[in-house]
């Protein structure tokens, strides 16, 4: 079973500043997904990557994936109030034969202070 | 726009009880899915059901878990005597393949089960 990663579990910071996490795995990944959750809500899609060295952005967020499709991270610049949350993320079809299950990563809590 | 619905939001049992979680998925998707979240644990996958049937489960779904898709609308989580340790949220999600970039799986708010 992948086994994925996240640094660091947690992550307090004031709203302005840029802050990194991180997802590991000791296998290739096929694709990764991050995702975000709210307290009380399913976690909502964000961004997949699928190619190696691949980089997407997505307003104050930039997603990178490792040349060798083993780590991501998810940068955010110029933190505000409203990022705070449980990033997450997640592989698809991580092993297994049904397609789209997804493996998740124990998340990182976000809180960004006013 | 489309939305993964679930109920109750929150249900409280006792150990031992019946329980079911209801979902009603996006209309057009056709791959279905559990999932459960432990308080202060990551989300792990339940059960994958397309097609009528389950495709994959894991090893958290024993013989006290079940999922029906009755009327072409709903999809059902049954956990049939339930344990202090079921206490968690419960996501449902659905998902359509190429409908969306990067095969979006699209989830519901979560129902929060405790068992006492």
């Known amino acids: 079973t992948q086994l994925l990663e996240q640094s660091p579990q947690f992550l307090s910071i004031q709203e302005g500043e840029n802050l990194t996490v991180y997802c590991n795995s000791s296998?290739?990944?096929?694709?990764l997904q991050w995702y975000r959750q709210e307290p009380g809500e399913g976690p909502v899609l964000l961004v997949t990557?699928?190619?190696?060295?691949e980089v997407k952005k997505l307003k104050r967020l930039t997603f990178q994936f490792g040349d060798a499709r083993k780590d991501s991270s998810l940068h955010i610049t110029a933190a505000q109030t409203g990022d705070t949350g449980l990033y997450l993320c997640?592989?698809?079809?991580?092993?297994?034969?049904?397609?789209?299950?997804?493996?998740f990563g124990q998340g990182t809590i976000l809180t960004v202070h006013p | 726009e489309p939305e993964v619905t679930q109920t109750p939001s929150h249900q409280v049992t006792q150990m031992g009880q019946e329980v079911i979680l209801r979902c009603v998925p996006i209309?057009?998707?056709?791959?279905f899915y559990w999932y459960r979240q432990i308080l202060g644990q990551k989300v792990e996958f339940l059960v994958s059901?397309?097609?009528?049937?389950?495709?994959?489960k894991s090893e958290i779904f024993d013989d006290q878990f079940s999922v029906e898709r009755p009327d072409g609308s709903n999809f059902t989580l049954k956990i049939r005597s339930t344990k202090l340790e079921d206490s968690a949220m419960y996501f449902c999600?659905?998902?359509?393949?190429?409908?969306?970039?990067?095969?979006?799986?699209?989830f519901g708010p979560g129902t929060r089960l405790t068992v006492l």
């Open positions: 997640a592989e698809p079809n991580a092993g297994g034969t049904s397609y789209g299950k997804l493996t």
């Open positions: 296998s290739v990944f096929s694709s």
């Open positions: 990557v699928v190619t190696g060295g």
């Open positions: 209309s057009n998707h056709l791959y």
């Open positions: 059901f397309y097609n009528n049937e389950i495709s994959e």
């Open positions: 999600a659905s998902i359509r393949p190429g409908l969306t970039p990067g095969n979006e799986q699209f």
